[in-house]
């Protein structure tokens, strides 16, 4: 009896010694568990301000050659822009196609080129515009203008020839725009992009039209 209560004294303290390693062994690991913890969120870190520095420079690459923001200042395109609306402004577009007629584009103003203007594209190259008691004349043919609020009856210009780069362009608020119908035809050299979209604010978003 004496010998197996021996016996069990000694596996008790064996396990209890088995025990005591075990809590031993996991504080050890606890350090290493905290370093990995570090290593995972510098890790983390890192990517985060790396992807942040990608997104800055793509940003930076797309507004200094590809668009670009732009605000309107004054009522020349009212009720197409307004003043103060943001503008994305595509600098490429004429890359790939010649002006449309009805894009809305920004050019260098001929009478002032620090000056940036914002119009409509109205005549294209070669042909003929006329405007006769307001409304406007595209080689004989009159021109639907669904994006101005009204003509001015009054107004009549004669015969203007578009030369082979040249464009003529007007602001949808008629009665409040420096267009080519004061300073002639725009040279399509003076063109920089054409303006694609409003984001704001943001109850004026639309694509330009």
């Known amino acids: 009896m004496e010998e197996n209560e021996k016996l069990n004294n000694t596996e008790t303290t064996e396990s209890e010694n088995e025990t005591t390693g075990e809590n031993i062994s996991s504080q050890e690991i606890n350090p290493t568990e905290e370093y990995i913890s570090k290593q995972t969120f510098v890790k983390t870190v890192r990517e985060i301000v790396i992807c942040a520095a990608q997104v800055i420079i793509l940003t930076m690459l797309i507004i200094n050659f590809i668009g670009r923001i732009s605000v309107v200042q004054g ?97 949808d608020n008629r009665s409040n725009s420096e267009d080519s119908r004061s300073w002639g035809a725009l040279d399509e050299k003076l063109i920089k992009g054409k303006a694609e979209l409003v984001f704001w604010p943001p109850e004026a978003l639309n694509i330009c039209k």
């Open 75 to 171: 009522q020349s395109m009212y009720p197409s822009l307004t003043t103060n609306n943001r503008i994305v402004i595509n600098l490429l577009a004429y890359k790939f196609h010649e002006p449309r007629r009805g894009e809305i584009i920004v050019f260098r103003c001929p009478r002032n080129p620090e000056r940036d203007y914002i119009k409509r594209v109205i005549g294209l190259p070669g042909e003929e515009i006329a405007i006769i008691d307001g409304k406007v004349f595209i080689n004989g043919r009159i021109l639907n203008e669904p994006y101005i609020m009204k003509t001015l009856p009054d107004e009549s210009i004669e015969t203007v020839r578009l030369g082979k780069n040249e464009i003529f362009v007007m602001g």
